[in-house]
């Protein structure tokens, strides 16, 4: 069974940082493509920050220069550091990968649970 779990959400002041971390567990083939969503009440998921295997990144303008998000493929971990943060980076925020599993070959999109981050002013 795959799992993606995600922690290191919180509670923090306008400026601060938090670093989010999300760990897949299960039998599969190292994902190509890692990346974080964020998603507020009534409006639609949005893609913050992916990285590919190989390195390379891409962010959403909103978040450009203030998060950078990393990966450990021997951990099948990707991070999130969110730096200068605002009020309105609060959404809760998910991670995602696609999944190919060693044993059967199945590949299909898979998500962690949601980890909360707040930003007051």
């Known amino acids: 069974q795959v799992q993606l779990v995600e922690s290191g959400g919180g509670l923090v002041q306008a400026g601060g940082s938090l670093r989010l971390s999300c760990v897949a567990s299960g039998s599969f083939f190292t994902p190509n493509a890692m990346g974080w969503y964020r998603q507020v009440p009534g409006k639609q998921r949005e893609l913050v920050a992916t990285?590919?295997?190989?390195?390379?990144?891409n962010y959403a303008d909103s978040v450009k220069g203030r998060f950078t998000i990393s990966r450990d493929n021997a951990k099948n971990t990707v991070y999130l550091q969110m730096n200068s943060l605002k009020p309105e980076d609060t959404a809760v925020y998910y991670c995602?990968?696609?999944?190919?599993?060693?044993?059967?070959?199945?590949?299909?999109?898979?998500w962690g649970q949601g980890t909360q981050v707040t930003v007051s002013s």
């Open positions: 995602n990968t696609v999944i190919t599993t060693i044993t059967t070959g199945y590949t299909f999109p898979a």
């Open positions: 990285i590919f295997r190989g390195g390379s990144t």
